[in-house]
């Protein structure tokens, strides 16, 4: 329960951050608003076309009685929207973070030099950036896809698909948020996508403790824009504090010299 706590005092101490940089927040929001316009006008239409969507996939109820009929598809009409909502908070962030990556980069590199100490940069072209971003959110996106496939079948469970489901929607989802922010400094960092999944379980109820709350502010779309730079300036607040708790001893830096423990410019390696 600590660490949730702990989670949460990311969130607030990355808004702070941002509050105190007002230039940095403007910054920030750029990205955001771009995205959030290509979302509206897809979830408006997933909200006209839906009904007609659920219509023709279920012609076995075409001759079914009232109000049975209405109530079966509009069921799953409520259903399929609050899938296409569960997959769009989580896309929200991958497609915020590809779009802004330049953005991003330069704030999380900013926090880090704030805050002191190294400031790790990425030696990479900015094509190659964006693609190693594209590919994780991919892989990041096929993981959510199947959590989604599986808690909407499980939303059908009379009870439980109403109170434990809905819960576990929003955990999957802050998971996968906290992943998405904290790839910014992980990847300036060198750290592969295997690499941060696993710093991540390795602190589980810190990891809930930052997305959760953001997944549940990033439910109201214009919130979202706004929170987007502080959730990017928490986040590489939090791999601070991760990552130091990862790097060798002295004795052990000084023992490891000889395979680049230590050296500027050798990617940390987070594997036990």
């Given at each position: 329960m600590r660490d949730l706590g702990s989670g949460f005092g990311y969130v607030m101490k990355g808004q702070r951050w941002v509050a105190g940089h007002g230039r940095w927040l403007g910054f920030g929001l750029l990205p955001g608003l771009v995205t959030l316009v290509l979302y509206a006008g897809a979830l408006v239409g997933l909200g006209y076309g839906a009904d007609n969507v659920i219509a023709w996939t279920t012609p076995f109820a075409d001759d079914w009685a009232?109000?049975?009929l209405g109530l079966f598809r509009g069921f799953l009409t409520v259903l399929l929207f609050v899938l296409g909502l569960f997959l769009a908070v989580?896309?929200?962030t991958a497609v915020t973070l590809l779009i802004g990556q330049p953005f991003y980069e330069s704030l999380s590199e900013e926090v880090d030099r704030a805050e002191g100490g190294e400031v790790p940069t990425s030696e990479l072209p900015l094509w190659r950036d964006l693609w190693i971003s594209g590919r994780d959110s991919l892989r990041i996106l096929v993981r959510v896809a199947f959590y989604g496939i599986l808690l909407f079948a499980l939303g059908f469970i009379p009870v439980v698909g109403q109170t434990v489901v809905p819960v576990l929607g929003f955990c999957v989802t802050g998971y996968f948020l906290a992943e998405e922010l904290t790839a910014v400094a992980l990847q300036r960092r060198g750290v592969e996508l295997k690499e941060r999944l696993a710093l991540l379980r390795g602190r589980r109820m810190l990891t809930l403790g930052f997305g959760v709350p953001i997944a549940l502010a990033f439910l109201v779309p214009v919130v979202a824009v706004f929170l987007m730079p502080g959730a990017v300036a928490g986040a590489t607040l939090l791999v601070r504090d991760l990552t130091a708790e990862?790097?060798?001893?002295?004795?052990?830096?000084?023992?490891?010299a000889g395979a680049g423990a230590g050296r500027p410019g050798v990617p940390l390696t987070l594997e036990k």
């Open positions: 009232s109000p049975w989580i896309t929200f990862r790097e060798p001893e002295p004795d052990d830096t000084a023992a490891g």
